[in-house]
């Protein structure tokens, strides 16, 4: 039994189910209840917890965090829960505030059904799979959040999920609050990038949707044969609100071309799985298949592409911050730096007018939405 795990008691997670889930720790309780971290660091931790009825995932916040409002498990379990049905998520079973207990983690935190899947996060991950089965998840992925943001908030009870009027310019706001927090260096086009979005914030008022906030490849779990993929479960809903669905558009594009970004760069560990050659199609075939399924056509994209390219620049720079600060833990972080200049020179040669120098997209802007 895993006894010391940071951030999770494994017996008090046993009296736990015995307690109020009888169901799911069995007949003679759970005293063999074991646990393991799936992933950890700046987003919420996760843990597949096995030895009860069914394997279980629990999800808490960061280890130390700070910001509740950041790392919310109540509003995550309330999206996942409401969109059970709609699209592919995990099965909820609890959310609980062991913030006075202490008998779990000390913090809200919530139980979900382990779903069986795989990860795509590195080029390695595409061996798994045909290159045709890839192309059709590809589809899929672009189907799947066209389902999403065509789902009514008010018929799935989460018409208060959110403020969408003036989502896009909050946006901004708290990701220009992040980056003054993280300013080490100067970072010229970074700056020049947040003052063009905000001159060109687009008009939100006219579209509002369930956004997921951080929709892309290695966020969902994928299973089925070699040549039929399919997404078991969509992941990570930590920063999903009501706004603009086309910021998950964006964000989604611009994970999808960032491998020449990071290869110039010279960074690792952010790419994800999505590399020439590996059968994913172009961009413009996702928008296409999107499209399709929503029944409509997709406005330009050019704003909330570089409003991606902006925001994980800011998130990198943070990294950085920490990384010279002696903050973070482990390997890769000394060159995660390196990638911000870089996503900064794309978006400004997204939203027009190009960078200094004339630079130009990187993956081109021959993509509808480019």
């Known amino acids: 039994m895993t006894h010391e795990l940071p951030g999770l008691d494994v017996a008090g997670l046993a009296a736990w189910l015995t307690r109020t889930h009888p169901e799911l720790a069995g007949p003679d309780g759970a005293p063999g209840l074991t646990a393991t971290l799936i992933t950890g660091g700046r987003s919420n931790l996760t843990y597949r917890v096995d030895g009860a009825a069914r394997l279980l995932v629990l999800r808490r916040p960061p280890l130390g965090h700070v910001l509740t409002t950041a790392h919310d498990m109540r509003r995550e379990h309330r999206v996942i829960t409401a969109l059970a049905g709609t699209i592919p998520v995990p099965p909820t079973v609890a959310v609980v505030d062991d913030t006075e207990a202490g008998e779990v983690t000390g913090t809200v935190f919530f139980v979900m059904d382990h779903v069986d899947g795989a990860v795509l996060a590195r080029p390695e991950h595409n061996t798994a799979w045909t290159p045709a089965g890839l192309g059709a998840l590809s589809v899929e992925l672009a189907e799947v959040l066209a389902d999403l943001h065509a789902t009514d908030p008010a018929a799935v009870g989460l018409a208060d999920f959110g403020r969408p009027a003036g989502y896009l310019a909050r946006q901004l706001k708290t990701w220009r609050r992040q980056y003054d927090a993280s300013r ?38 994928v299973a089925g044969l070699p040549e039929a993929p399919h997404v078991a ?138």
Request: some cysteine; proline content about 6%; glycine content about 16%.
């Open 233 to 370: 479960a969509v992941l990570d809903w930590e920063m999903a609100t009501l706004g603009d669905p086309l910021v998950d558009l964006g964000m989604l594009g611009m994970y999808w071309d960032i491998h020449d970004l990071t290869q110039e760069a010279g960074v690792v560990g952010v790419a994800g799985a999505i590399v020439p050659g590996a059968g994913y199609p172009d961009f413009a075939e996702v928008i296409d298949a999107y499209a399709a399924r929503a029944g409509t056509a997709v406005p330009d994209l050019a704003w909330y592409r570089a409003f991606a390219c902006y925001k994980l620049a800011v998130i990198l720079e943070g990294i950085h911050y920490r990384y010279t600060g002696g903050q973070t833990v482990g390997a890769g972080f000394d060159t995660i730096g390196a990638l911000v200049e870089p996503l900064a020179r794309e978006g400004l040669a997204r939203i027009g007018g190009g960078a200094p120098g004339g630079a130009t997209p990187a993956s081109g802007t021959t993509e509808r939405g480019a």
């Open 184 to 221: 080490s260096r100067p970072q010229p086009l970074l700056d020049t990038l947040q003052e063009r979005l905000g001159a060109t914030v687009p008009d939100d008022g006219a579209r509002t949707g369930i956004v997921h906030g951080d929709y892309r490849l290695d966020n969902v779990l």
